[in-house]
């Protein structure tokens, strides 16, 4: 069964400093999603792509978080500088595409914790 | 200001009986709504779905129930077994289909015992 991959599964890092997580979609969904869930939240979205364009990142801090999907199928989302705050589980998800109703998968995420 | 509620944090039953896990959304544009479960250490797996033209959806042993008038959605589990023994969090989108933005509630750790 097709799945989304993410790596790395855990990651510590000490504030101020650069980290980046990757996420590989299912084959052949046009959509990716990166999430953010913070400890006792919900996921709350920070970045949608259409391919390789930016659909909505209206809750992406972008002076400090970044993403690409340059060639419209892996991503990577980086955080710099990383900030005691971003502690949480990103999770990456895909769809097939916008014209839905497609349902997203979500990958099994990336535990960030910021010392 | 969050516009989906999962006003209950947590929720115990007992094997065989019927789970319900309530759902309140604040925005009138919401169209497409959806139950997601999340075990540790796993990403959220999509359960079932209904768009706001209709009132109910089933698949098994899972039921969502709509009513827009109230605003208000459920989830039935009809029997619950140990296996559903998950957090589930409700979601909503504007869109037309759950490839939309979702907008996700704070989730219902819901505990099935034998």
């Known amino acids: 069964e097709a799945e989304v991959a993410q790596s790395p599964r855990y990651k510590i890092t000490e504030k101020s400093q650069a980290v980046a997580f990757w996420c590989d979609p299912i084959s052949g969904h046009a959509t990716l999603y990166w999430y953010r869930q913070i400890l006792g939240q919900g996921p709350e979205l920070l970045v949608q792509f259409q391919d390789e364009s930016v659909v909505d990142d209206s809750q992406l801090p972008k002076d400090r978080f970044s993403a690409e999907r340059l060639k419209g199928v892996d991503s990577t989302l980086k955080i710099q500088p990383a900030e005691l705050g971003d502690s949480a589980m990103y999770l990456c998800a895909s769809s097939l595409g916008l014209a839905g109703p497609y349902e997203q998968y979500f990958g099994p995420g990336t535990r960030l914790t910021v010392t | 200001d969050q516009q989906v509620k999962q006003n209950s944090p947590s929720l115990s039953v007992q094997e065989g009986r019927i789970s319900i896990l309530n759902c309140d959304y604040t925005?009138?544009?919401?169209?497409?709504f959806l139950w997601y479960k999340k075990y540790p250490a796993e990403g959220p797996t999509f359960l079932i779905s209904?768009?706001?033209?209709?009132d109910k959806n089933e698949d098994g042993r899972f039921t969502v129930f709509l009513n827009k008038s109230a605003k208000h959605l459920s989830l039935h589990i009809v029997p619950s077994q140990p296996g559903d023994s998950a957090v589930y969090f409700c979601?909503?989108?504007?869109?037309?289909?759950?490839?939309?933005?979702?907008?996700f509630g704070k989730g219902t750790k819901l505990t099935v015992n034998p």
């Open positions: 925005n009138s544009m919401f169209d497409y």
């Open positions: 979601a909503a989108s504007e869109g037309e289909g759950g490839s939309e933005k979702l907008v």
């Open positions: 209904i768009s706001s033209i209709k």
